[in-house]
């Protein structure tokens, strides 16, 4: 066990620790009069901490450090979590708000504005100019480029809505603020036009949702930590396997779900976390 650095306040030291855990660094905590020790339990990876200990330096308030208190699953210790607990106070809405991105925040707005336009999805004259084109001559022909697109904005009911835009909130989110708003950017286009494609060519233009790009943001993250030598985040290992039972159960006509879609847009988010993994390894010289 090697002494990385004491660190003031208790809160930011638990923060910093988390996101160690979050990279596969083990490290633990202790509270002394000069404020938190961190130590470094493997010496192997003690160089890597001191890299991670220097961005952590430079800004302290980055949202990756706090938000891998919500990832890492170790069990928490309830003595070090009484001297901790003083330290923490819930996060208002408007800074949670305020810190997500141009890209997620716009998504949202508009699969909200789309909702209400047309009754919950139930108005098929109102949701029409959202579909997907009617036929391959129209895919071919027409110039309404956006029903590419479009369909993503389309949700049936309030639970339909309700589990899409709080799983983007999240996964989207992470992405925009760990890698940047061009990359979900590109990420929303290219996961909602290919799995809008699969699920016209398999069913038609009969469907709507986000979940097809949901399941590819999810499907970059699951990629990108796998492949990367230094990934920025760690999601829990559940969280993966959930996704593939949800998937499978999909395929059982238990539910109508869009699966063509689901299965696309994972498809085409694992390739993406894969091949800019790649990339971003490449130009960081790893």
């Known amino acids: 066990m090697m002494f990385l650095a004491r660190i003031g306040h208790p809160r930011y030291a638990q923060a910093f620790v988390d996101y160690l855990k979050s990279l596969g660094i083990e490290a633990t905590?202790?509270?002394s009069e000069q404020g938190a020790e961190i130590h470094i339990l493997n010496p192997d990876a003690f160089h890597r901490a001191q890299q991670e200990l220097l961005l952590f330096?430079?800004?302290?308030?980055?949202?990756?450090?706090?938000e891998a208190s919500w990832l890492v699953q170790d069990e928490?210790?309830?003595?070090?979590?009484?001297?901790?607990?003083r330290f923490y106070k819930g996060i208002p809405l408007s800074r949670i708000i305020s810190q997500t991105?141009?890209?997620?925040?716009?998504?949202?707005?508009l699969c909200a504005l789309v909702f209400f336009i047309t009754n919950q999805g139930a108005d098929v004259k109102a949701r029409a100019p959202f579909m997907f084109f009617a036929n391959n001559e129209m895919l071919l022909t027409s110039l309404e480029i956006w029903r590419w697109i479009s369909p993503a904005f389309v949700h049936f009911g309030i639970l339909h809505f309700l589990f899409n835009l709080s799983a983007w909130w999240i996964f989207a989110g992470l992405v925009e603020r760990v890698h940047s708003s061009l990359r979900l950017f590109a990420l929303f286009l290219i996961c909602g036009v290919i799995s809008n494609w699969?699920?016209?060519?398999?069913v038609g233009d009969r469907f709507g949702g986000l979940s097809g790009v949901v399941y590819g943001v999810l499907g970059y993250l699951w990629f990108y930590q796998r492949f990367s030598t230094q990934p920025p985040f760690r999601i829990p290992q559940g969280l993966v396997v959930f996704m593939l039972i949800a998937l499978a159960?999909?395929?059982?006509?238990?539910?109508?779900?869009?699966?063509?879609?689901?299965?696309?847009?994972l498809l085409c988010g694992c390739f993406l976390g894969y091949f800019f993994a790649r990339s971003d390894d490449r130009q960081r010289g790893t």
């Open 249 to 265: 159960f999909g395929f059982t006509g238990v539910m109508n779900t869009a699966n063509q879609a689901h299965l696309s847009g």
């Open 76 to 85: 928490v210790d309830e003595k070090i979590n009484q001297q901790f607990s």
């Open 57 to 66: 330096q430079e800004n302290p308030n980055h949202e990756r450090y706090f």
């Open 198 to 202: 699969v699920q016209f060519y398999w």
């Open 101 to 109: 991105g141009w890209v997620t925040k716009t998504v949202f707005v």
């Open 29 to 31: 905590i202790s509270i």
